[in-house]
């Protein structure tokens, strides 16, 4: 089997692996999440992605398209990877009909916006997520601090188990007195899942929140906890730690 049809049939797994667990969902609730993988190119600094980001921010806004739509541009502070990139641009809409509006409406308007960006920033990849709520009363974090995991499932597991899994284990880290918010997100396209399932992701509103659920989950007895649940269901590597700064927050009703 050539890798172009080896890629194609992963990519279909994968595809049809999301889909299954955002129905898995009450409602089959999820929402489409993007993400932009980027390098700062020599000699440009946070200036030049600024005025990118106004002139995107402007034309957004008077977009009757871009409904809904809100940004985060991500930067690395516990990452050991050294392909880690320099900022992750994340964004995200309600559903999927308001994605398809904006994106399109994005290609035939954003010609200078784009220029714009790619003049500041070198990004190397593009990937469409299913975002599905595990723990998130107060929505995500606008400025905070953002957590990601790979996980996978356990032998004989599938996503029903991890939701499962993940919904327990957040009940009893905020009972416990963690603050995190969570999330799972299910790659759908144009993400390489050869070594794992999904993201679990979790955000904090800052970074007192963050170290005060550290000191739970390390000292406090969580992660004893967290493995009696998750143990046997999935399995998560290291995570990653980003600085996250809303850049876009599009009209919510």
Known sequence: MNRFLTAVLMCEVAVSTGIQAVQA?????????????CDIREGKGRKD?????????????ASEDNVG???WMMAPQFATDPET????????????????????AYLA?????????????????????ASVEINAPNGPPENGVVMFNQCSYADGKNYQDAMGAHKANAAAMTEMGGKGSSWMFFPMIGSNTDDFDYWSVTGFQNYA??????????????????????????TCGDPTVWDAYLVHKGNRE
């Open 49 to 61: 992605i600024e005025k990118a980001v106004e002139k995107f921010n402007a034309w957004s806004d």
């Open 85 to 104: 990139p320099d900022l992750i641009w994340l964004g995200t809409w309600e559903n999927g009909v308001d994605m398809g509006k904006g994106m399109g």
């Open 69 to 71: 739509y809100m940004a």
């Open 25 to 37: 969902q009450e409602g089959g609730a999820s929402s489409p999440v993007e993400a932009f993988y």
């Open 209 to 234: 929140d963050f170290g005060a659920s550290y000191e739970m989950y390390v000292n406090g007895g969580g992660w004893q906890k967290a493995m009696g649940i998750m143990q046997g269901n999935v």
């Open 109 to 129: 308007e954003g010609g200078d916006i784009q220029a714009s960006f790619e003049a500041a920033l070198d990004c190397s990849g593009h990937a469409l997520a």
